[in-house]
């Protein structure tokens, strides 16, 4: 039989028959409401022909469109799931095989393949034309928030047919329709009309008087399913009722059915529906095994062609199952047999899918067969736990199969518990997760350090960036796993490091990268590699050892070229390569660098990547002279921060977006935002972000004020805590804001020698735009020093860089005027958001259509600008029109 599907175009079709029997009732009427919009959405219970209808609509998408058919259940709730039927129905692309080694998938990664998937529909040259069948499926899961994305991003190259039943989605579908994007098809739609059910009556060969019309389309209600199966079911001898009385509910055409369809059935088709009745969805080989005398592949095609069983894609091929409608009235009206003998049958169906390999598909049997089966359920889920949470990234998977294990067992298990924590930290439901953990850790006099939920507990904190209680734990967990050369091990290493970084232990946290590294390169994980990556960079920086950090930038990035699973580290390790690149005031690789990093930074976990990379941006926009491209970068990343709980990413860039106030001489705008932030120095000195972002940010206030006294105040605490933490470039930085005080009060010797020290540290680092920034008072100094130096100092460090920066603000002060040339080509993200701003898009439309952040689109749109030499929307079409980028 066949069992591969319908091919319409490059698509294959499901062969799901929802209303019509062989012959296809045409509902023209229907697909008439269809003009043109990005969306259509068929709503309503199961038998209203939805599937039917999507199936039609999609066959009359034009030749040169490309069409995908996405089939969703339960299994595509989990995102990893989803991305790869996604993936699968655009391309024909089969999963991606996984390396055998201890990783996770986390939210960065689906958020990499979904860019990936985004990012081809986006640059189609083809319209494309996708179904998303029983939509309802995601309703309450993480696959959810792609589909809302993807439905946003519809419009005329990108056109969704969605068919659901009347749950809650929550994918923006009010909002949608509120912007008239939506054609609907709802019950009272979808219900066959009095003219459709005489037409679909003829096609069964049945010519029925006007009463016997008026019974159908009354009883049924025009429900398709019912009529369906009414006309079906109707032998030659038989005769529909010729009643006019309305019948209030659908019951009696249930007993009709059984009546005259199922009670007539021979034993081996009872036997089957019986099955159907009980398991739901199963392959042809397991019906096969649990029926062996049935001969089903004999017996269904009979039952597709009546609609009676519906045929739907699963990750490993084909299954068929029962139509809702008639699995209710069958397993009601056929349930001869007792409960054990549908626990037997669930027993059996549960064995057959562990033996191949369908250990979900087995748990989920089990579990349906009753509690008395809830250990062996739970011995199946724990050994499954790994390969879900670590090998296969299938968090939401594992989360369905616990809560339903939990329901039927009515309790908690602590081993269940602890795997469940790891699936709800990747993904991201630290609130959840914390809660699992207060039953694993119950009090601080209970606790155990060695317990593994203490080092969970320092996985989620870091990834909330709560560093120092991270930190702690990991610590305390080490001091009982130091040893050990697993893969936990390694991530607690990792995290204990991570801390000793942020508080300025270096030497503290290369120790711990170290022990790290000697564990992964054991396990030959470059999932663990990369993350030593990261933070290794973020240490050498935060030492200010920025040569060392971009070498090892250099090494994680070739590092993630060997794997298509270390997108999120890629997009890190892009962040803080095009800081360091831009400190060196190498801004086309910073432009470069930013291309690949932005539209995932959003998506990561290390709050420092994300501050370096957006920081990036926004001195970049400002080197361009673009000042209000930089706040807005930063005022997006912001709330960012506040949306994902990040205070340190917001107060870091509160501070960095009043420091480009500063600059640009809005000084009072500047203090007005920090004092909104909270950013105001503490009465005593003392160590932590908020006292060094706010001491340095109004020395800066101050300097621009002329208020060199107050300046020096809050200078002298923050040079001292630099010296004594070796961090060489907040050292270089803070010495020549010391140095521009002291100039302001005539000290032009100790401005000098702070200079001096200044260059000394910068030669050896190649600290460039630091210098540059500052503006024209800094300049000045610089080169009245290079004036008054002597000609012992000639072939000194110091002097051959005061030479280099000076040579860098020539440059600056007097750039060579840029045709345009378009000897920088426009990118093909560049060239199709120039087309849709052609369009009159606004940039969160942009945004949608294009499946990236709506700061991606000013990004980009800057570099267009840039690209172009122009400063306007309108002038970068014009220009564009002129070089024949855009059609006239």
Not at 347 to 367: D, G, M, P
Request: proline residues 4%; charged residues 25%; aromatic residues 6%.
């Amino acid at each position: 039989m066949n069992t591969q599907g319908l091919t319409v175009g490059n698509t294959t079709l499901p062969i799901k028959r929802d209303v019509h029997a062989s012959e296809e009732l045409e509902r023209s009427r229907l697909l008439a409401q269809d003009r043109g919009q990005p969306i259509l959405v068929a709503e309503a219970p199961s038998g209203y022909g939805k599937t039917v209808l999507a199936q039609s609509w999609i066959r009359r998408a034009p030749a040169e469109c490309r069409t995908a058919w996405v089939s969703l259940n339960n299994e595509a709730r989990d995102p990893v799931v989803f991305l790869e039927r996604l993936s699968a129905a655009l391309e024909g692309v089969k999963r991606r095989p996984r390396p055998h080694e201890w990783k996770v998938i986390a939210q960065g990664e689906c958020a990499e393949r979904f860019a990936e998937i985004s990012e081809r529909l986006a640059n189609a040259t083809q319209a494309v034309w996708m179904v998303f069948d029983d939509a309802h499926c995601l309703s309450g899961s993480p696959s959810r928030d792609y589909l809302r994305r993807l439905l946003f991003g519809a419009g005329p190259n990108l056109r969704i047919f969605l068919t659901l039943q009347p749950l809650e989605l929550d994918v923006g579908l009010g909002e949608l329709s509120a912007r008239g994007k939506i054609c609907w098809f709802d019950t009272a739609t979808l219900a066959l009309t009095y003219a459709e059910i005489e037409q679909l009556a003829l096609l069964h060969g049945k010519r029925c008087a006007a009463q016997q019309l008026e019974w159908l389309a009354r009883a049924t209600r025009g429900w398709p399913v019912l009529v369906q199966l009414a006309l079906t079911t109707t032998a030659d001898e038989d005769r529909l009722p010729s009643t006019t009385v309305a019948l209030a509910s659908v019951g009696p055409v249930r007993e009709y059915i059984h009546e005259r369809y199922l009670a007539r059935l021979a034993p081996a088709e009872r036997e089957l529906l019986w099955i159907f009745a009980c398991i739901g969805s199963a392959p042809l080989a397991l019906l096969e095994a649990l029926a062996p005398g049935s001969n089903p592949d004999a017996i269904l095609p009979r039952l597709l062609a009546q609609g009676i069983v519906q045929q739907e894609a699963s990750e490993d091929g084909v299954s068929f199952r029962l139509h809702p409608v008639v699995r209710e009235t069958a397993a009601r009206l056929l349930a001869s047999r007792s409960d054990t003998a549908r626990s037997a049958l669930l027993l059996a169906a549960a064995r057959w899918y562990w033996q191949s390999n369908r250990k979900t598909a087995a748990i989920q049997s089990l579990l349906e067969a009753g509690s008395e089966y809830a250990e062996k359920a739970l011995e199946w889920i724990l050994e499954l736990a790994y390969s879900l949470n670590f090998q296969y990234g299938r968090h939401q998977t594992l989360m369905d199969l616990a809560e339903r294990w939990e329901d039927v067992a009515k309790r908690h298990d602590p081993r269940l518990d602890q795997e469940i924590v790891w699936a709800l930290i990747f993904l991201r439901r630290f609130g959840e997760a914390h809660e699992r953990l207060e039953r694993l850790i119950p009090t601080a006099k209970d606790a155990d350090p060695a317990n593994a939920a203490f080092l969970q507990k320092a996985v989620s904190f870091a990834l909330r960036d709560e560093y120092e209680q991270a930190g702690t734990l990991a610590h305390a967990w080490l001091k009982y796993h130091g040893a050990d050369t697993s893969f936990t091990a390694g991530a607690g290493w990792v995290v204990h490091a991570f801390r000793l970084k942020c508080i300025g232990d270096i030497a503290g946290a290369h120790r711990a990268l170290t022990q790290a590294t000697s564990i992964f390169d054991k396990l030959h994980t470059t999932y663990g590699t990369a993350w030593v990556h990261v933070v290794r960079a973020l240490t050498m920086i935060k030492a200010g050892d920025y040569r060392d950090a971009l070498a090892e930038v250099k090494q994680g990035l070739a590092l993630c070229t060997t794997s298509s699973d270390l997108g999120g580290h890629k997009a890190m390790l892009g962040g803080i390569e095009a800081f360091l690149h831009y400190e060196r005031n190498e801004l086309s690789a910073v432009r470069s660098a930013l291309d690949e990093a932005l539209p995932l930074l959003l998506d990561q976990g290390i709050v420092d990547a994300m501050v370096l990379g957006f920081a990036a941006a926004a001195r970049l926009h400002v080197a361009q002279g673009e000042l209000g491209a930089a706040l807005d970068t930063l005022s997006d990343a912001e709330q960012c921060g506040i949306r994902r709980g990040f205070p340190r990413l917001t107060l870091t860039l509160v501070a960095e977006r009043a420091l480009v106030l500063v600059h640009a001489g809005a000084t009072q705008q500047a203090r007005q935002v920090a004092e909104a932030a909270g950013l105001v120095p503490p009465a005593e000195p003392r160590n932590g972000l908020h006292w060094d972002r706010a001491s340095r940010l109004h020395a800066r206030i101050a300097l621009a004020n002329n208020d060199s006294s107050r300046a020096l105040e809050l200078l002298a605490p923050l040079v001292a805590h630099a010296r004594a933490a070796q961090q060489k470039f907040k050292l270089c930085e803070l010495l020549i804001l010391s140095a521009l005080a002291e100039d302001q009060c005539k000290r032009e010797a100790t401005a000098f020698k702070l200079l001096e020290e200044a260059l000394a540290l910068a030669a050896a680092e190649h600290y460039v735009r630091v210098f540059l920034d500052e503006g024209a008072e800094l300049h000045r100094l610089l080169h009245r020093w290079l004036e008054s130096a002597p000609t012992a100092r000639h072939n000194r460090i110091e002097m051959a860089w005061a030479k280099h920066l000076a040579s860098a603000i020539a440059d600056l002060q007097d750039p060579e005027p840029r045709a345009v040339t378009l000897a920088e080509p426009l990118t093909q993200r560049e060239r199709q958001i120039l087309s849709l701003l052609a369009q009159g898009l606004s940039n969160a439309e942009i945004a949608a259509r294009c499946f990236v952040a709506e700061s991606t689109v000013k990004w980009n749109l800057h570099n267009v600008y840039g690209k172009l030499g122009v400063k306007s929307r309108t002038a970068a079409l014009r220009v564009a029109r002129e070089h024949g980028i855009l059609k006239l």
